[in-house]
């Protein structure tokens, strides 16, 4: 199958890469941050708008790709709900020695609670690990998006991206 | 029946997306308004649209679509703007004082005159023939919307999606939203039609996006039990021993939009065919304004578009055919038309926005010919 995200749904390794959104190996090692798995060019813009750190700037035409300024992100995690694409996610690389937490944007019931182990999946929806729930945030922001934040195994801090929902189909 | 009709200095026919910005935009200059829809509700798909808007900040981009619908209501609400629904219009009659436009209400005929005239009518979905199609369960993408999200009954337990364009996407993750499961999306064309992020949630929710795949069967008695899919070879026909089938009950159709023309055909607008348009549309000039005198066109009447598009092309309607009365000088108007185009441009740049703006410049571009 042809990789990328026009002929999968999936951005691939390659788009990601060179995603102007996505922060650097060096900056994941230094705290939270966001990861604007944005690749294509179309017209919006209200993560810029969201950003109160102004670490993220789409400028003009409208349709240019979020660039991260990721030295002014701060890791609040505000810009996640602001997506209409839910195509930003948190990640906190070094949590723990061994784990990591991912929080990315979860508009399907039921929520899961506080503190449960749930399967997580990556952008295929495939299982890839357990991971724990860490927080449920639902704020009057984000306006129905609810963001689901999992402590998971550091080795998948990029490729974990959602709660497994039925799992990937091979057709 | 004059001395009983309805005046009004503009009327708009479709209380949606574009029609409510045009009324918004017409009643600031103080032009009086009539708003015919024949819904029973405002709004025309806002309400149903669930999702967060793409976009521009400035233009409510990041905000949902029924919040939206809800903004644009209170707005013509404020600016005294009269909004007659279950009023179905039928029949356009030219006449020295402007148009008289004829409408049902409660059974009865009904007209109103209007100076001017703002079509904003929308568009309705296309149709696919397979083997089965007749079947319940069969239905457009929209159809399915409206049932979750306005009515909120579930069209069925599992569906296969038709179409991979925005609308095909964001149904089938509405329909997962509301517990319904999509077995498969199938997209003829080579590549995912509609914006990388939605079909990704897709993705994410473990339902697989089939390029280069149409369906080719529906199987059941009474009703949808199994859906049948192929792969499709270069000439788009099904290649041979590529045949799946999934267990499924329902079976949505994202084809595509095609504008709905008939009151422009009516008022003896002319005509130009663009497919990436939808087929047939109204020529109209950078006004909005068709080749009738004083009858404009906004929204997906002018091609199937995105309802940002279709405000700013309300906005531009209503601005236009208020200054033509003389409710706004011609310095003032070119000044908030400029401002318009500039923000429809915008969104209308990118790799999905240019076939669009290719389209829409042959469009206005059929207006400076002569006919």
């Known amino acids: ?12 390794q390659e788009e990601l890469s060179a995603s102007p959104g996505v922060p650097t190996e060096e900056r994941f090692e230094k705290g939270p941050v966001a990861v604007i798995e944005c690749v294509q060019e179309i017209p919006c813009n209200p993560c810029e708008h969201s950003c109160s750190s102004g670490a993220i700037f789409v400028g003009e035409p409208i349709t240019r790709l979020p660039v991260l300024d990721a030295a002014k992100c701060i890791g609040c995690g505000e810009c996640l709900a602001s997506c209409p694409g839910l195509a930003i996610f948190w990640v906190h690389k070094n949590y723990t020695d061994s784990t990591s937490l991912v929080e990315f944007p979860y508009e399907y019931l039921p929520l899961p ?6 399967p997580c999946g990556g952008r295929d929806g495939a299982f890839i690990s357990e991971g724990r729930v860490v927080k449920i945030k639902k ?33 | 029946m004059e001395g009983s009709m309805k005046h009004a200095q503009i009327v708009i026919v479709g209380a949606g997306p574009a029609g409510l910005s045009a009324g918004i935009e017409a009643a600031k200059a103080g032009a009086s308004c009539v708003i015919l829809d024949e819904n029973a509700k405002p709004g025309g798909q806002l309400f149903k649209q669930i999702h967060k808007f793409f976009g521009s900040w400035e233009h409510k981009a990041g905000v949902r679509g029924y919040t939206i619908g809800s903004r644009l209501l209170r707005e013509t609400e404020e600016l005294g703007v009269e909004t007659l629904l279950d009023a179905p219009v039928y029949g356009l009659f030219p006449d020295e004082k402007g148009i008289i436009v004829s409408y049902m209400k409660n059974g ?16 309705t979905e296309n149709a696919l023939a397979f083997p089965g199609g007749t079947l ?10 409206t049932m979750v999200n306005v009515h909120r009954v579930l069209p069925g337990k599992r569906a296969v999606m038709v179409g991979s364009g925005n609308v095909g996407l964001i149904v089938a993750y509405q329909l997962m939203q509301a517990g319904t499961d999509v077995a498969v999306i199938v997209e003829a064309a080579p590549l ?30 009474t009703t949808v039990e ?24 329902t079976v949505c159709v994202a084809v595509g939009l095609s504008p709905l023309t008939e009151l422009a055909w009516m008022a003896g607008c002319d005509f130009t065919y663009i497919p990436s348009l939808g087929g047939h549309v109204p020529i109209h000039n950078e006004n909005m304004e068709t080749t009738v005198a004083g009858l404009y066109a906004a929204g997906d009447i002018t091609g199937s578009e ?35 185009w500039a923000s429809m441009n915008a969104l209308r740049t990118g790799p999905f926005g240019q076939k669009r703006t290719e389209a829409k410049a042959q469009l206005l571009e059929s207006a400076r010919r002569p006919q």
């Open chain 1, 1 to 12: 199958m042809i990789r990328g995200i026009q002929f999968t749904g999936i951005a691939s």
């Open chain 1, 113 to 118: 609670k506080e503190g449960s182990i749930v």
């Open chain 1, 139 to 171: 704020t009057r922001q984000s306006d129905g998006t609810t963001l689901v934040r999992v402590e998971v195994p550091k080795d998948y801090f990029m490729d974990i991206r959602t709660i497994v929902r039925k799992g990937a189909r091979d057709v």
């Open chain 2, 108 to 123: 009865r005929e009904e007209a109103v005159l209007g100076k001017k005239l703002i079509l904003a009518t929308g568009s």
């Open chain 2, 136 to 145: 319940p369960g069969v239905m457009g993408a929209g159809c399915a919307q």
């Open chain 2, 192 to 221: 995912v039609g509609g914006y990388g992020v939605h079909a990704s949630k897709i993705r994410r929710a473990g339902t697989p996006i089939l390029v280069g795949h149409t369906i080719t069967a529906v199987q059941g008695k």
């Open chain 2, 226 to 249: 199994a859906v049948s899919i192929a792969e499709l070879d270069a000439d788009f026909q099904p290649r041979a021993g590529t045949e799946k089938t999934f267990e499924a009950d």
């Open chain 2, 306 to 340: 995105e309802a940002s598009t279709a405000m700013e092309e309300g906005r531009l309607a209503g601005i236009a055919a208020a200054e033509s009365l003389g409710l706004i000088n011609k310095d003032e108007a070119k000044k908030m038309k400029v401002a318009v």
